[in-house]
Nanobody, 124 residues
Framework: QVQLVESGGGLVQAGGSLRLSCAAS????????MGWFRQAPGKEREFVGH????????YYADSVKGRFTISRDDAKNTVYLQMNSLKPEDTAVYYC?????????????????WGQGTQVTVSS
């Protein structure tokens, strides 16, 4: 079992930055690939980014590529999502998730564990 807790969300103006953190506890964090997803009101949960188990590969949705960066610190059992140049359309609840492999990293169903989410609101 892996428990995930996101933090770092908040209200920011367009063009600003936030860094989300996802702290993991439980089974060996370093064995898991990690993903970030987001869900806006009335919309489906969508893929934001993914980092493989050793941090050697990262993948991003086209909508955030060049603005968001995923990283992980296995010593702290934490994965981060650095969000720059934020836009109002980035407003959503952001979730981190853990998967046993990077296969199908875009699909929420391929992740085994989820955090409770953290709200990000970008004002125009």
């Amino acid at each position: 079992q892996v428990q995930l807790v996101e933090s770092g969300g908040g209200l920011v103006q367009a063009g600003g930055s936030l860094r989300l953190s996802c702290a993991a506890s439980g089974r060996t964090f370093s064995r898991y690939a990690m993903g970030w997803f987001r869900q806006a009101p009335g919309k489906e949960r969508e893929f934001v980014g993914h980092i493989n188990w050793n941090g050697g590969s990262t993948y991003y949705a086209d909508s955030v590529k060049g603005r968001f960066t995923i990283s992980r610190d296995d010593a702290k059992n934490t994965v981060y999502l650095q969000m720059n140049s934020l836009k109002p359309e980035d407003t959503a609840v952001y979730y981190c998730a853990a998967a046993s492999s990077s296969y199908g990293y875009i699909r929420p169903n391929n992740y085994d564990y989820w955090g409770q989410g953290t709200q990000v609101t970008v004002s125009s």
